[in-house]
């Protein structure tokens, strides 16, 4: 039976935490952030958890993670 391909698109974007929950970066905070509030950009930063509605589709593109 051939192994099952990783979406390294996927592997590169999020990672499983020990409890098994899915850790992704924050959107918005690569470019264009001289517009963006100070308080705006503090609260995109750190990891936040995959929703639980894109969980399903996240663990399909990683199945050994």
């Known amino acids: 039976m051939p192994k099952m391909k990783t ?13 098994g929950s899915i850790k992704r970066g924050q959107a ?10 100070t308080k705006n950009k503090r609260h995109l930063r750190g990891a936040v958890q995959v ?3 894109d969980v399903v589709s996240v663990r399909a593109m990683m199945p050994y993670a």
């Open 28 to 37: 918005f905070k690569r470019h264009i952030l001289t517009k963006k509030t």
């Open 51 to 53: 929703h639980e509605s």
């Open 7 to 19: 979406k390294k698109s996927a592997a590169k974007r999020f990672r499983v935490r020990a409890g």
